[in-house]
């Protein structure tokens, strides 16, 4: 017997994070996460529905799961969406090489980049969550520092790399509930 399936899609997890991000904002529609992500509206309520049918949003697609996305994102992101890196290549630095910039020097050549031709870094590519992150992030900082997070548990990062994002991560997602 087959174990269960799952039908999320990468950019379930970029709708997510951003959802995190505007739930505390009084009167947010789907056609604002559609906007600020660069995925099409139909998409978007694709997206919140497969979200909601995992537990990872609540019942009403306004809110979080926050303990759900926490366990998801520390515990199966690696596995159902890794990373994958790729040849040298100008882009946007994600990872470590941003959220832990003073705790962690990332030597040039280890730097994880998402490739995008108006990247002003250089280093390893990593391929991003989503094809319009690279896009996105640069414009909405605490998207991008969730986006970072998300690549260090998904990247096969350090030990100590993992801890660091598991904390930060932890300590946003929980905060922003009270």
């Not at 099409?40 to 537990?55: G, N």
């Not at 280890?110 to 031709?117: I, M």
Request: charged content about 30%; glycine content about 4%.
């Amino acid at each position: 017997m087959a174990g269960p399936r799952h039908d999320l899609r990468p950019q379930d997890v970029l709708v997510a994070l951003k959802l995190l991000l505007l739930e505390q904002k009084a009167g947010w529609k789907q056609t604002d996460i559609a906007r600020e992500t660069l995925i099409s509206p139909s998409e978007i309520a694709y997206s919140l529905e497969r979200l909601k049918r995992h537990d990872l949003i609540t019942e009403d697609k306004k809110k979080v799961n926050r303990a759900a996305l926490n366990e998801f994102l520390v515990h199966a992101l690696k596995y159902i969406f890794p990373g994958k890196k790729g040849a040298p290549a100008r882009g946007v630095p994600t990872a470590s090489a941003y959220v832990f910039a003073e705790k962690i020097r990332t030597p040039a050549e280890f730097l994880l980049v998402w490739p995008h031709s108006e990247g002003r870094s250089r280093g390893v590519s990593l391929e991003p969550i989503y094809k319009t992150v690279p896009e996105i992030a640069v414009n909405d900082m605490e998207l991008y520092t969730l986006l970072c997070l998300a690549d260090i548990l998904r990247s096969k990062s350090t030990a100590r790399e993992v801890n660091l994002a598991q904390e930060e991560l932890k300590r946003i997602l929980f905060k922003k509930s009270a």
